[in-house]
Structure formats: structure tokens, C-alpha cells
């Protein structure tokens, strides 16, 4: 979903686009999420969450808007450096004093994080970059160990007959189209690659601005996983797209 507003100068040609800033504008809605991801935990744990982790976070967007809320602190876990020093400057900087309640850690999320936490967000689809059961067995195990004892895990998945086939989808947007191109399926193994690419009204476009090399992963593999880690209960959000 496209972000509710935005945060720098509006890039029209790929000269001056900024990636990260056109892939907040164009998948994340943080204004949205992080409202559900507090009403979701006070509905089933019956209190207010606090904390919140983060992995593969990126620029630490939902982090940001996490620590919005009194009280509130978050930590975010990604491997690449490059994003995690941009988020720093675009997305926490701006919050001022309330910057120090985002801890941002560069390391694998299968690695151990102090604290428990009353959330643990994985989204975007992000966990796909574990490709066997084995490796996302374990990072459902490290979750759950990293949990309050009544924290949620919460996680999001594509699927339906379009995603086990080729295809490319453009969405205009404010000044620029984003495109989400699915451009190899593998039936036997799940695997996949995607790339985000970007375009311009002059013309100019930015080519895979983001490839992912993924396992698309069914809902009863997820569940199956999930309940092999000891979570005690899971909830299905379906939001279902018209076309």
C-alpha cells in the first residue's frame, strides 16, 4: 500500500530518486500499521503493548512511527548497514529526543536480542529469505523465545493463483509508477524473484531498484512452522484485492 505521506523532496526522474524513500512512499503504510499492530495486542493479550522488534527493519520506518506512542520503545534488526545508517537520518533523526527509544542492531535475526518483547514484527514478506523449513523453523523458534509471555508475532504472506505465475503490476503514485514484477516461479521448489522497479513521467526508470530471491511460502506451511515453534495460537488477517 502506498505510504500516507511523504518524507523528502518528491523525486520525478531517476537521477534524482531516492530508493528508499520511493519504497516507503510505495509498499510501507506505517500510519496504518502500527495503530493496528497496538489495537490487534490490547484485543488479545488485554493490555497495552510497549516494546516492539522490528526484523529485517530497513530503514527502521515502523520503528519510528512505533515510538510515537508515550512510552513505547522498539528495536530494529537488519544485516545491511547502508540502510539502517538511512533510516537513521530520515526516519529517526526527525523524532528528536524520542530517537533514543529506537535501538537499531546490525546482525542476523536468527541471533539473540536482549529483552522480551510484546511485539515482533516481520513484514513485507521478508522472512521468504529463509528458503527451507529447517532455517525458517529456526527463526520461528528465535522468535518465540525473544517473546513476553503473552507478546505476538506478527507476520505477513502473499498467495492466490497469480503469485505462482510470471507477471509484472505497475501502480501509479504521486509523481512517479511503482512496479512489482514477479519474474521467475519455480513450481517444484516455491522459489522466486521479484523486483521492485520505478518510473518516471520523463521517462527514465529505475531497474530493479530491489530483487528478492525468495520461497514463497503457503499459509498451512506458515501455520505447520508456527505451531512446530510453540506459538500457542495464530489469526488470519485476509485482505483480499479486487482484479
Not at 510515537?68 to 537520518?89: I, M, N, S, Y
Not at 526516519?91 to 533514543?100: C, I, M, T
Not at 504472506?157 to 509484472?168: D, E, F, I, P, V
Not at 518510473?199 to 527514465?204: A, K, N, Q, V
Request: hydrophobic share 45%; charged share 25%; with cysteine.
Amino acid at each position: 500500500m502506498p505510504g500516507p505521506r511523504p518524507r523528502t523532496r518528491l523525486a520525478l526522474t531517476a537521477r534524482e530518486a531516492d530508493r528508499h524513500d520511493l519504497y516507503q512512499r510505495a509498499v510501507q503504510d506505517v500510519t496504518t500499521e502500527g495503530p493496528f499492530l497496538a489495537r490487534t495486542f490490547e484485543r488479545l493479550a488485554g493490555r497495552r503493548a510497549a516494546t516492539l522488534r522490528e526484523d529485517f527493519c530497513g530503514t527502521a520506518l515502523l520503528c519510528a512511527e512505533w515510538v510515537k506512542g508515550r512510552g513505547r520503545t522498539a528495536v530494529g534488526v537488519d544485516l545491511d548497514p547502508a540502510v539502517l545508517a538511512w533510516g537513521r537520518v530520515h526516519n529517526l533523526a526527525p523524532l528528536g529526543a524520542r530517537a533514543s527509544a529506537v535501538r537499531l542492531l546490525r546482525q542476523d535475526v536468527r541471533a539473540a536480542t536482549p529483552g522480551r518483547f510484546d511485539l515482533v514484527a516481520a513484514l513485507n514478506f521478508s522472512y521468504f529469505v529463509f528458503r527451507t523449513r529447517e532455517e525458517l523453523g529456526k527463526y520461528f523458534a528465535g522468535v518465540r523465545r525473544s517473546l513476553a509471555r503473552d507478546g505476538i508475532f506478527v507476520l505477513d504472506a502473499y498467495g492466490g493463483s497469480q503469485s505462482w505465475r510470471t507477471l509484472s503490476e505497475r501502480r501509479r503514485l504521486r509523481g512517479f509508477t511503482y512496479v512489482w514484477e514477479q519474474s521467475r516461479v519455480d513450481p517444484i521448489d516455491h522459489s522466486v524473484v521479484n523486483h521492485i522497479h520505478f518510473e518516471f513521467p520523463d521517462g527514465s526508470r529505475l531497474r530493479r531498484a530491489f530483487s528478492y530471491h525468495w520461497r514463497l511460502w503457503t499459509l498451512p506451511e506458515i501455520r505447520e512452522l508456527l505451531a512446530e515453534a510453540w506459538f500457542s495460537a495464530w489469526v488470519a488477517y485476509i485482505i483480499a484485492e479486487a482484479g
